[in-house]
């Protein structure tokens, strides 16, 4: 069973998550290990959040904010057509939208995510507001009156 790569980083929810980490490719489940360790200091940092939840939603590795339903889910995979790898949130919400206005940069994936090539070591500092806007999306749309 794949493990995290860092000790420190809390240990997969059950062996289906790990097993689903351990059938990407090797070319890409490093980055996709770190952006699940960023997912969970983003979400232990982030006021309101509370602990998440780690699952499996259409295959993918899925985090969300069970306890608070503070935010959306974000979902950690592959891009349906080529390689890569990505972070994906639901895509009837305005998170991608709103980090493409600030980073447009970034490869999309329509409404869905921010993807990324073999070889790509995406900025932990622009995927944490990705990640903590999501992980705060109901807050915030309640906060704004939505």
Partial sequence: MEQPLNPSDPPFASPEVADAFAEFPEAVRGPLLRLRALIFEVAEATPGVGALEEGLKWGQPSYATAETGAGSPVRLGCPKSGGGFGIYVHCAT?????????????????????????????????????????LTYHLRKKHNGG
């Fill in 94 to 134: 305005r998170i991608i939208p709103d980090f493409e206005a600030l980073y447009p940069d970034f490869r999309f994936d329509g409404t869905r995510g921010v993807v990324f090539e073999e070889g790509d070591e995406p900025s932990p500092d622009a995927l944490g507001m990705l990640i903590a806007s999501a």
